[in-house]
């Protein structure tokens, strides 16, 4: 499993241990530019008693020296809701910022760059969601996460990769509306009988995987074990060894050790995991997400010196979008 550090032990380690953490990945040469910002960052993270929530597809550098709490959007949501810093910085897309701030209202959250979205929070509306609650009247709505607070508002409920499943199942009833992820949603109908309507919304680095993909890798690599998120199409999953959130991927390596394994998720996701797992040969085709990409130490260190760019959601839209988000934590 990924390891959670606590914001006081982190920013307490000295550097030549941080550079051990990624020493595989990072040359020595690189090191000393990296560096200074990390020193810069975990200076200011002190100061103004900040936390760095960072997502499992931010860039190792990020990843192994300065996230405090690191993992899949689940666990940022979860550790969001327990933090007692002042300032929380999200290293990772704008929806995650987003559901940080809904659930710590009184605290500022910063995201390093604003242009850090998501094609799935892009894909739909809370005018497409008022319009689908119509269309099926009495039909519970469960939402991605990956959506922005304005769609969450009009949710019944929120869900992540993570826990979809039970979500879904822990409503109680026959059908359910499931947005925006059409995979996703296809993926989960596939594994319990309540009915699933979808939209059409697509993940754009998940969608490239192909069956093929998966063919040409087993030819290749002989024994490979295939995991993959399931923001891919069914097809893919279909022919993987195990289909899980990014957490749920990094916990399958830690447990089962496969010799031989790909990730058929963001690139960033098997490099951090790599460096955790010197003794497993990880195969590499993936695929970039050029939001989570946006984020790098410098944009985190002009974030906590300037104290941007803050995120704010409208009260109104906060609070409904609020319950949905609380409703899930408190199922799973
Ligand atoms: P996870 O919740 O599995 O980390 O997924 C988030 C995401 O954006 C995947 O593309
Ligand atoms: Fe959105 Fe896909 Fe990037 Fe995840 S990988 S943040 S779903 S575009």
Redesign the pocket.
Known sequence: MLETVSPAARTSLPLPELYSRVERHIPAIEWPVLADDIAAILKLKREKNAVILA???QTPDIFHTVGDIVG???ALAREAARTDASVIVLAG?HFMAETAKLLNPEKTVLIPDLRAG?SLAESITAADVRLLREAHPGVPIVTY??TSAAVKAESDICC???NAKKIVEGLGVPKVIMIPDEYLARNIAAQTHVEIIAWKGH?E??ERFTPEDIREMRANYPGVTVLA?P?CPPEVVAECDYTG????MADYVGQKRPHRVVLL??CSMSDNVALQYPDLEFVRPCNL?PHMKRITLKNIRHALETMSHEVTVDPEIADRARLSVERMLAIG
């Open positions: 997502h499992n597809y899949d959007s689940l897309v998501c996460v990956n992540t990769s993570g993940c680095v998940h998120h923001e959130s990014t957490a749920g998720t963001e997400c």
